[in-house]
């Protein structure tokens, strides 16, 4: 069954460095999503991104995020300037198309910032 | 924001017997509910949706009851099993689910053998 992969699965950095984090969402699925959950805390929405546009981005997504589709496949995350509170565990969500109403999740990438 | 709201952080039950995990929501505009499953260190895993056009939705040993007036969801496991130990969200989108989820806070369940 095809499922939506991250890369890396842990990346730990420095306060102020760049982060890209990798999301490969399931082939032929038209929108996609980026979550975090910090520890012991909901699962919140980040951003949406369809036809390589932002759809809908919450507060948490400020200047120091952005989002790509860079090549048919891959679709990343990027934080230019990193802060201790950026530290969460990030998903990657994709969907087919408009029909479609089930978020279908990756594995996560554990963010660490020190 | 408390769109979303799961107010047992944990439940325990014994193997065989049903497990019913509640969620309530607020905003009117949610007309898609999903409940995802999620181990530590792991990225959610669907289970079951119910659009606000059912009152019930069932696949398998899980069943979502939706009633609209109250705002209300629930998620029953019938027979729970110890695989079935996880922490259990809720989740809600208005658009049919094409936008974003609003989570709850998660519900931790243990079927005890």
């Known amino acids: 069954e095809p499922e939506v992969t991250q890369t890396p699965s842990h990346q730990v950095t420095q306060m102020g460095q760049e982060v890209i984090l990798r999301c490969v969402p399931i082939?032929?699925?038209?929108?996609f999503y980026w979550y975090r959950q910090i520890l012991g805390q909901k699962v919140e929405f980040l951003v949406s991104?369809?036809?390589?546009?932002?759809?809908?981005k919450s507060e948490i997504f400020d200047d120091q995020f952005s989002v790509e589709r860079p090549d048919g496949s891959n679709f990343t995350l990027k934080i230019r300037s990193t802060k201790l509170e950026d530290s969460a565990m990030y998903f990657c969500?994709?969907?087919?198309?408009?029909?479609?109403?089930?978020?279908?999740f990756g594995p996560g990438t554990r963010l660490l910032v020190l | 924001d408390q769109q979303v709201k799961q107010n047992s952080p944990s439940l325990s039950v014994q193997e065989g017997r049903i497990s019913i995990l509640n969620c309530d929501y607020t905003?009117?505009?949610?007309?898609?509910f999903l409940w995802y499953k999620k181990y530590p260190a792991e990225g959610p895993t669907f289970l079951i949706s119910?659009?606000?056009?059912?009152d019930k939705n069932e696949d398998g040993r899980f069943t979502v009851f939706l009633n609209k007036s109250a705002k209300h969801l629930s998620l029953h496991i019938v027979p729970s099993q110890p695989g079935d130990s996880a922490v259990y969200f809720c989740?809600?989108?208005?658009?049919?689910?094409?936008?974003?989820?609003?989570f709850g806070q998660g519900t931790t369940l243990q079927v005890k053998p």
């Open positions: 119910i659009s606000s056009i059912k």
């Open positions: 989740a809600a989108s208005p658009y049919g689910g094409t936008g974003k989820l609003i």
């Open positions: 991104f369809y036809n390589n546009e932002i759809s809908e």
């Open positions: 082939s032929n699925h038209l929108y």
């Open positions: 969500a994709s969907i087919p198309d408009r029909d479609g109403g089930t978020q279908y």
């Open positions: 905003n009117s505009m949610f007309d898609y």
